[in-house]
């Protein structure tokens, strides 16, 4: 999927600074075309999906600009991922943007609950930096060679 020629746009919503620059390097060895933006919680994830605050700049040209794929964490400060993720898939304008969650939880609620509440995907955060990597590639080749999403 690209959009306008440009590649698509990945959001990172992670609050913690080395799992940012881990998710970071192994998207830059993904190879996959895309543009990443990475955001510090639930938060400044609403305003970046809704064009508020320091990414009103977004909408100025008329033309919105809505991620293809986010990576949320479930556990940040301020809103969680759960929050962020019941805002997105309960928006008519957001809900189309696929939801990947990306978390150190392994309780199962979680699981269960991040689907109930339209998660496309869950997946556990690696150990390592290869596995990482790894799972980097499949995603974004599955989400934007693969899948055909709304534009």
Do not use: C
Request: no cysteine; proline share 5%.
């Amino acid at each position: 999927m690209k959009l306008d020629g440009k590649p698509p746009i990945i959001v990172v919503a992670e609050d913690d600074e080395d799992d940012r620059q881990w998710v970071k390097e192994a998207l830059l060895e993904s190879q996959a075309a895309h543009q990443a933006v990475f955001v510090n919680d639930g938060e400044e994830l609403m305003d970046y999906l809704r064009h508020r605050g320091r990414y009103a700049a977004l909408a100025a040209t008329g033309n919105l600009i809505y991620p293809g794929l986010v990576l949320l964490d479930l556990n940040m400060p301020r809103k969680d991922g759960r929050e962020a993720l019941k805002e997105i898939k309960s928006d008519p304008r957001l809900r189309h943007i696929p939801i990947i969650i990306l978390t150190t939880s392994k309780a199962e609620e979680d699981v269960f609950r991040t689907y109930n509440m339209g998660a496309n995907t869950v997946i556990h955060k690696p150990v390592t930096h290869d596995d990482l990597a790894q799972i980097m590639q499949t995603l974004t080749r599955y989400w934007f060679q693969v899948a055909e999403l709304p534009l």
